[in-house]
């Protein structure tokens, strides 16, 4: 079993930044793709940003320019760092990986950190 686990979330003004994490552990496995979703209230789960395994990465165009999405593999981590934060910004962050152990491949969840971009 793998267990993803993000952090960093809080209350920021807006302009501020943040740096979320998400971290990965368990059995012996090897991350794949992390994406990084967020859902506000009322509104549908988005996808925001998406980095391979490789290190390719894509942006929602709602985050260009101001959020980044990285990886460290030997720590099993993945990061979004998020710069000129908007009140339209504010969501649950929830971390999303595939993970592979042996030849089985599995999507999983991390349980989400709350931003909060104050006006």
């Known amino acids: 079993q793998v267990q993803l686990v993000e952090s960093g979330g809080g209350l920021v003004q807006a302009g501020g930044s943040l740096r979320l994490s998400c971290a990965a552990s368990?059995?012996?496995?090897?991350?794949?793709?992390v994406n990084w979703y967020r859902q506000a209230p009322g509104k549908q789960r988005e996808l925001v940003a998406t980095?391979?395994?490789?290190?390719?990465?894509n942006y929602a165009d709602s985050v260009k320019g101001r959020f980044t999405i990285s990886r460290d593999n030997a720590k099993n981590t993945a990061y979004l760092q998020m710069s000129s934060l908007k009140p339209e910004d504010t969501a649950v962050y929830l971390c999303?990986?595939?993970?592979?152990?042996?030849?089985?491949?599995?999507?999983?969840w991390g349980q989400g950190t709350q931003v909060t971009v104050s006006s």
């Open positions: 980095i391979s395994s490789g290190g390719s990465t």
């Open positions: 368990g059995t012996p496995f090897s991350l794949n793709a």
């Open positions: 999303n990986a595939v993970v592979r152990t042996g030849s089985d491949y599995r999507a999983y």
